[in-house]
T-cell receptor
């Protein structure tokens, strides 16, 4: 099936530093790439998304970049805060609304 | 997200028993999904449905069955053939294939085998 690879699996940063999470996808026809944040025992919540006709999107401290040629996209969180600590998932939408997720990155922001 | 309702939130299953997880949405979304999440793991696709009376297998469909008789409902049955069903199950939905709209999740159902 289609594949989404996510790295790293765990990431620890000091408060105020930046965090970057990267994902690659396998189908060049993919056209929609959301990022989700999941806190323990809760459902994933959308934090930002990007469509294939855009190379970069920013929302306050969060940004996503997309490289269609290389088939990878990245999440950037600047000025990290302890409340950013969570598991982050990338996803890619394939044909016919098939949505696949990466394995997740556990981000820890140390005060 | 409040438009997707999953029930029950907690469910215990005995060995050899079938159980059904309910998922209802009032968002008029076309596509619906079921994902399984094991502790500390990612989301794995079980089944998805684009329209009524149509559904496709995901990566881990074995031991599960679904139906889509109504647009707003996409129940998941965990059959006795699923040997390790203990997990967190998430239902989700999105608008349509062309718009690439956001996928919204229900609050999830915890299934435990006893």
């Amino acid at each position: 099936g289609e594949n989404v690879e996510q790295h790293p699996s765990t990431l620890s940063v000091q408060e105020g530093d930046s965090a970057v999470i990267k994902c690659t996808y396998s189908d060049s026809a993919s056209n929609y790439f959301p990022w989700y944040k999941q806190e323990l025992g809760k459902r994933p919540q959308l934090i930002i998304d990007i469509r294939s006709n855009v190379g970069e999107k920013k929302d306050q401290r969060i940004a996503v970049t997309l490289n269609k040629t290389a088939k990878h996209f990245s999440l950037h969180i600047t000025e990290t805060q302890p409340e950013d600590s969570a598991v982050y998932f990338c996803a890619a939408r394939y044909n016919n609304n098939d949505m696949r997720f990466g394995a997740g990155t556990r981000l820890t922001v140390k005060p | 997200d409040g438009g997707i309702t999953q029930s029950p939130k907690y469910l215990f299953r005995k060995e050899g028993q079938n159980v059904t997880l309910s998922c209802e949405q009032n968002l008029n979304h076309d596509a619906m999904y079921w994902y399984r999440q094991d502790p500390g793991q990612g989301l794995r696709l079980i089944y998805y449905s684009q329209i009524v009376n149509d559904f496709q297998k995901g990566d881990i469909a074995e031991g599960y069955s679904v139906s889509r008789e109504k647009k707003e409902s996409f129940p998941l049955t965990v059959t006795s053939a699923q040997k390790n069903p203990t997990a967190f199950y998430l239902c989700a939905s999105t608008h349509d294939r062309s718009s690439g709209n956001t996928i919204y999740f229900g609050e999830g159902s915890w299934l435990t085998v006893v």
